[in-house]
């Protein structure tokens, strides 16, 4: 069996596969075998030491990941020598709550609610304590559990015991409202998972020595995305045997924005670090290429991937003079690939931010090349791309009742189920439409939106078809709905159908591009009939693209601000800029065997300048890529300058503009948090750090918090 264990691995692979007594830090670079690592070491445990498989804890991130490493142990060790502790942390906290949660007076068939009971369980919660239910609220509701839970305390308040909780507690503190609720089913959701299982170490000590003894050795994979609770939750369960195994790599932690701290893998105290660098994926050429951007981090562990694959095609950087010239670019280079015998679903296009997706369609469907958007839903088909759709169609023809239907209370007008079943009765009694059957009924709940799309059917006359929709979007408050909702990514997909929409009548006369023509050109990227069941070009965003790997690989969209991101680099300074550089990483080593870098120049919507290259792309050295079109050295300059700009957070003019509704020292307060006060800002005066009468301190956008009403 040993022979067969340390088949294929090589030389450092099986350093870790050996390095079994104490805390083993293996830092494992993209395409490097971390798996087979794993695995292997599983083994290596039960085949040649003879581990007991009860005593072993093998953690991963995701189902699919211990699926498949399950999979793989299985065809390794002897029938029955390994036990369903190979899995996720929620999973062994479960494992674990089965086998203990009888000390809370828990039954062992304890609930596990997913995500829809406990929307159930907030939704009566709200209205028992009187409190307005939109889903916005909802989920906000939500987020306020599990920022009450996170300052700990509830378990001993709440859920031990003989616990009471009144109905007046019910009715003036929601935690108390949801976790009784949860009390009458026994039930857990899954921040529950990681704090009951916490407190039962910490409060009972057998227990605690029980799993501790038990669990001789401990593995954990892509521990660069454990946050504190994971990281605090391994280390405890190692203290006696101290055989902790963390495997990871920081240059690909790219989920710090939900709590991942890299760090803390880069901190870690280890007795032994293996470095894993050799690359079985990609070429050397694009290799060269992530190894020359991923230098400019400073949170990392120094590494330099390698391959013993052939050199392979160059990496190309094409520039394009406009974003159509970009896609066409992409689009030829496709159908190179496919008449060079390349499978079509051997292709994948990354983007930083799903609204890119949107040129790229447009321009797959022109040359009838199949895609799917993995992860995602096609640009046409996102429900605010619809909406807006939906409004200018019922500009146009107040007939069209399916666009009626899908607009009349979005944002809300207050027009209920009942009055909307009696417009339906009327225009089916009458042969009319629902708009004229709203019109008929006069009703002043009616009144502003019969005015809305009246004050447009007026406008369209002598107006563009962009003038018109972004006067549809603010008059009808749906901007501000998805602003106050704090969703960036329907923004951002809204500015990009306008976007759209102003290149579509700068190339078109007056007359060419009207509301009707536009209407019905556009038809052809939202009729929903391709094909599902044929082979497809893979388009994604790079965290969709994380752990797959494709043969050929575009990065596209290359600009300063768009990627890296402008908002994370305002928000997360430094460290912004570091997690987007690890996202670049990422997009680079999903290549095997050619990668091709795009940009263009235009108008950026994101830093309301005109478009210069990415930083990441004056990072790599020149002799590294091809470059195709040409780039004149002020584009270069731009570059820099902005980036530096960026880096500063040095929006003077936005600043200036901006008026603040709150100062620091301001009583405020949150539709989930309660009252408080503001103890801090940003530089533009946008977010604000409140301390809350908990004790509580968050960081909040000015959108979710409102001046109290004092005394």
């Known amino acids: 069996m040993t022979r067969d264990i340390f088949q294929d691995l090589n030389t450092r692979q099986r350093e870790a596969v050996q390095a079994t007594e104490g805390r083993i830090r293996v830092v494992a670079g993209a395409g490097t075998g971390k798996t087979k690592a794993l695995t292997h070491r599983y083994a290596y445990l039960v085949n040649v030491l003879g581990i007991d498989p009860a005593n072993i804890l093998c953690l991963t991130f995701t189902n699919k990941a211990a699926a498949e490493m399950r999979t793989r142990i299985a065809d390794m060790v002897h029938s029955g020598d390994y036990n369903d502790f190979v899995c996720t942390l929620h999973g062994f906290c479960v494992k674990f709550l089965r086998k203990e949660i009888y000390r809370l007076g828990f039954p062992k068939s304890f609930t596990v609610l997913d995500e829809e009971d406990s929307k159930a369980i907030a939704k009566q919660t709200m209205d028992e304590m009187g409190l307005k239910r939109t889903e916005k609220t909802v989920k906000q509701f939500l987020e306020g559990i599990g920022a009450d839970k996170a300052l700990n305390g509830y378990i001993q308040t709440y859920m031990l015991p003989g616990s009471v909780i009144s109905d007046q507690m019910r009715q003036t503190s929601r935690l108390a409202g949801y976790v009784s609720r949860q009390m009458k089913n026994y039930a857990l959701d899954f921040d529950d998972l990681m704090n009951v299982t916490k407190y039962i170490l910490d409060h009972f000590p057998d227990a605690a020595d029980h799993w501790q003894t038990q669990l001789n050795y401990i593995m954990v994979d892509e521990a660069q995305d ?7 939750l391994v280390e405890r369960l190692s203290a006696k045997h101290r055989n902790l195994f963390v495997v990871g790599d920081p240059d690909q932690a790219i989920y710090q924005w939900r709590g991942a701290r890299p760090d803390l893998f880069v901190q870690f105290a280890a007795d032994q670090t293996i470095i894993l660098d050799e690359n079985y994926r990609s070429t050397p050429r694009i290799l060269d290429v992530a190894n020359c951007v991923i230098a400019n981090n400073q949170n990392r562990i120094p590494k330099d991937l390698f391959t013993r694959k052939a050199e392979g095609r160059a990496v190309v950087h094409f520039h394009g003079k406009s974003e159509s010239e970009e896609t066409d670019w992409i689009v030829s280079q496709i159908q190179n690939l496919l008449k060079g015998g390349a499978r079509v679903n051997d292709i994948a296009i990354l983007y930083r931010s799903s609204y890119q997706s949107r040129a790229l369609e447009q321009a797959l469907l022109n040359a009838r090349l199949e895609y799917t958007i993995l992860g995602g839903t096609r640009f046409f088909e996102r429900k605010e791309i619809k909406d807006a759709l939906s409004y200018l169609r019922l ?14 209370n979005v944002p809300s007008r207050k027009l209920g189920r009942k009055f909307l079943d009696q417009v339906r009765l009327t ?40 003038d018109l929709l972004n006067r549809l979007l603010d008059r009808s408050g749906y901007k501000k709905m998805v602003r106050e909702d704090q969703d960036e990514d329907r923004l951002e997909n809204l500015d990009e159908l306008l976007s759209s929409i102003r290149f579509y009548e700068s190339v078109r006369t007056p007359e060419e591009s009207t509301l009707a023509d536009y209407l019905q050109d556009i038809a052809l990227y939202t009729n929903d009939d391709h094909r599902k069941d044929v082979p497809t070009l893979k388009l994604m965003t790079i965290h969709q693209a994380k752990g797959l790997e494709f043969p050929y690989v575009f990065v596209v969209g290359l600009s300063e601000g768009i990627f890296p ?37 235009g108008y950026n919507l994101s830093t309301k300048t005109n478009k210069y290259p990415s930083r990441f792309l004056a990072e790599i050295k020149r002799n590294l890529v091809v470059t195709e079109g040409f780039i004149p050295e002020e584009l270069w300059r731009g570059t820099r300058n902005l980036s530096h700009v960026l880096d500063q957070e040095d929006f003077t003019a936005e600043r200036a503009s901006y008026q603040s509704p709150f100062q620091v020292g301001d009583t405020v307060t949150h539709p989930v948090f309660g009252e408080g006060v503001i103890v801090g800002a940003n530089r533009d005066f946008t977010s604000f750090e409140v301390k809350f009468d908990s004790g509580a301190v968050r960081t909040l956008r000015a959108g979710f918090l409102s001046q109290a009403d004092l005394p």
């Not at 454990?226 to 605090?232: E, G, K, P, S, T």
């Not at 430094?574 to 680079?588: D, F, P, Q, S, T």
């Open 226 to 232: 454990c946050n504190l609770d994971d990281w605090d």
């Open 395 to 408: 500009v146009l023809n107040q007939d069209d009742d399916l666009s009626f239907e899908r607009i009349i």
């Open 427 to 466: 225009a089916s009694e009458r042969g009319i439409s629902l708009y004229s059957a709203l019109e008929l009924g006069a009703d002043s709940k009616a009144q502003p939106f019969i005015g809305l799309i009246e004050d447009a059917r007026q406008y369209a006359r002598d107006h563009r078809v962009s």
């Open 565 to 601: 991101n402008l908002r994370s680099i305002r928000e997360g300074k430094k460290a912004g800029e570091e997690e987007e550089r690890r996202l670049m990483y990422v997009a680079v080593t999903r290549a095997e065997n050619a990668l091709f870098l795009t940009e263009s120049e």
